[in-house]
Antibody
Framework: QVQLVQSGAEVKKPGASVKVSCKAS????????ITWVRQAPGQGLEWMGL????????KYSQKVQGRVILTTDTSTTTAYMELRSLRSDDTAVYYC??????????WGQGTQVTVSS | DIQMTQSPSSLSASVGDRVTITCRAS??????LAWFQQKSGKAPKSLIYAASRLQSGVPSKFSGSGSGTDFTLTISSLPPEDFATYYC?????????FGQGTRLEIK
């Protein structure tokens, strides 16, 4: 069965970077994109960006563009989201999701990232 | 950016009720509309894509309709486990955008 397993919770200081991983299994990794979405405490869902696991093409939200880097490692079927220059308003749960012709269909369990001095 | 507006923002209903949630796009998105369910503290669950197509494994009590700018999600005969927050999302163009969510509560 399709599974996306994310890395564990992180606590970072303002200005630092964080890298969240998303290990995919149960499907052909390169046949799908990986979408990243975050959710600040008590808030709704915010799309951050998307990466093609086939060729590495990326699309980013303007809100985080310049601070976020999405990558994939096809040898380990793992996607990564790196967010730099962290601010307090980056505190959120970060989700990865498999994204194909039917949109995001399977989601990771989420990774809590807390930015605090 | 395309703005997605859901209504209502919150809704109280009883077990067994039929409920409808509306999502309006600020411009034509054809049928590039998805719906998600999120329970408290959990990851979103994908329900519907292409405005009306059920994701694999999603029961037929969920249905979606609409095209262009106006869309609806209907849940027939609400069981207790479907009290959650529901989000629409447009994927017609980047940046992909979500509605603000509709919180469905037990009356």
């Amino acid at each position: 069965q399709v599974q996306l397993v994310q890395s564990g919770a992180e606590v970072k200081k303002p200005g630092a970077s964080v890298k969240v991983s998303c290990k995919a299994s149960g499907y052909t990794f390169t046949n799908y994109d990986i979408t990243w979405v975050r959710q600040a405490p008590g808030q709704g869902l915010e799309w951050m960006g998307l990466i093609s696991a086939y060729n590495g093409d990326t699309k980013y939200s303007q809100k985080v563009q310049g601070r976020v880097i999405l990558t994939t490692d096809t040898s380990t079927t793992t996607a990564y989201m790196e967010l730099r220059s962290l601010r307090s308003d980056d505190t959120a749960v970060y989700y990865c999701a498999r994204d194909g012709s039917s949109g995001p269909d399977n989601w990771g369990q989420g990774t809590q990232v807390t930015v605090s001095s | 950016d395309i703005q997605m507006t859901q209504s209502p923002s919150s809704l109280s209903a009883s077990v067994g009720d039929r409920v409808t949630i509306t999502c309006r796009a600020s411009q034509d998105i054809s049928n590039y509309l998805a719906w998600f369910q999120q329970k408290s503290g959990k990851a979103p669950k994908s329900l519907i894509y292409a405005a009306s197509r059920l994701q694999s494994g999603v029961p037929s009590k969920f249905s979606g309709s609409g095209s262009g700018t106006d869309f609806t999600l209907t849940i027939s005969s609400l069981p207790p486990e479907d009290f959650a927050t529901y989000y629409c999302q447009q994927y017609n163009s980047y940046p992909i955008t979500f509605g603000q969510g509709t919180r469905l509560e037990i009356k």
